[in-house]
């Protein structure tokens, strides 16, 4: 059975690993975020320096914020994933909005004050999952090693 550091290098290796390829997807692949794929690169970058702090003192606490980092991150992506198939709306800044009952002034300055990158809307999927969606369930795997990283405490 792996130890301890070796679970929490692959907890804390695999969200650089989903870093390194959101940023892939914005710089190389031309690919801007949105609102909420930023969201869920906040929780990444927590685990990634919980790691480094938990691979230099050993508390098993730190292992458990780690979980909770991974955990946040796929939530965000469960909801993300949930605002691009419709389930419910995302937020205003970031989603397409209803136009009924709004004075063409009103319409005007909603379309100019609106993201370039919409939340609501899936530039990029495979096997029919977005980006959120993949996050989500790779982020479910990180969970799983920080707690495999707790219970090796």
Not at 117 to 132: K, T
């Amino acid at each position: 059975m792996p130890s301890r550091r070796i679970w929490i290098l692959l907890a804390a290796g695999g969200s650089a690993a989903l870093m390194l390829g959101a940023l892939g997807f914005q710089y190389l692949g031309d690919m801007p975020p949105c609102k909420l794929c930023y969201w869920q690169r906040y929780p990444h970058w927590a685990a990634i320096g919980i790691g480094a702090v938990a691979l230099l003192v050993p508390i098993a606490a730190l292992t458990l914020l780690g979980a909770l980092a991974a955990l946040t991150t796929a939530a965000i992506g469960f909801y993300h994933t949930g605002v691009e198939r419709d389930w419910w709306e995302g937020p205003a800044s970031c989603s397409a909005g209803g136009a009924s009952g709004m004075s063409a002034d009103d319409l005007f300055a909603q379309i100019m004050a609106a993201p370039l990158v919409r939340c609501d809307e899936v530039p990029w999927q495979m096997f029919g999952l977005s980006m959120a969606s993949w996050n989500m369930l790779a982020s479910l795997v990180l969970v799983a090693f920080w707690i495999m990283a707790f219970r090796r405490a």
